[in-house]
């Protein structure tokens, strides 16, 4: 172990007196190099920018998963109906996974996943680029099930893809409130 550790020890310290006989490149020729690299950035800028010689790619380049999330109410104040558009504007296909409502106040916020139509389940809902998704929510079916819903201010929607990213989400506010939080 002593051996190798003082070859290392001797080869280490020979490394920079070896270096110092080197001679560098000289000034034109990095000149030159510097010249060739412009040049060529300024052809591959030219050729991918032109009209005739564009060679594009048929898939985008990145995959951008785009969601545009409208929340509509059918009233000024306390709405019966809320109407949910979520339209893909991205480049690529999205899984939408069960929206989320939230009715929401100062304190106090109640989370319900909306599974479907009349009790027949439509999520993971699959959009391919360009289409729309509509869904109307009738609220009057929460306000049965937790009467407490009624003097919450706030609904929310959390749009999440099935891998478990979020989209977007929207409010509208269902009553006058001294503040708009």
């Not at 560098?24 to 010689?53: C, D, M, Q, Y």
């Not at 360009?130 to 706030?154: M, V």
Request: positive net charge; aromatic residues 12%.
């Amino acid at each position: 172990m002593k051996r190798v550790m003082t070859i290392l020890l001797i080869f280490s310290s020979a490394l920079p007196v070896l270096a110092q006989n080197e001679i560098g490149p000289e000034g034109h020729k990095l000149l030159w190099l510097v010249i060739v690299l412009v040049v060529t950035g300024i052809a591959l800028l030219f050729f991918t920018r032109s009209g005739k010689n564009n060679f594009r790619l048929k898939k985008p380049l990145f995959k951008q998963k785009k969601v545009k999330i409208e929340l509509q109410k059918d009233r000024l104040y306390y709405p019966d109906y809320l109407d949910l558009t979520i339209i893909n504007t991205g480049n690529t296909e999205v899984d939408i996974n069960t929206p989320l409502l939230v009715f929401s106040g100062l304190w106090y916020s109640r989370k319900f996943k909306l599974k479907g139509i009349n009790n027949t389940s439509i999520y993971p809902l699959y959009l391919m680029k360009g289409q729309s998704h509509t869904l109307c929510i009738d609220l009057n079916r929460f306000y049965g099930f937790d009467k407490t819903l009624k003097r919450l201010p706030r609904v929310r929607i959390v749009v999440s893809e099935v891998n478990g990213k979020r989209l977007g989400s929207r409010k509208v506010l269902l009553r006058k409130t001294l503040f708009n939080f």
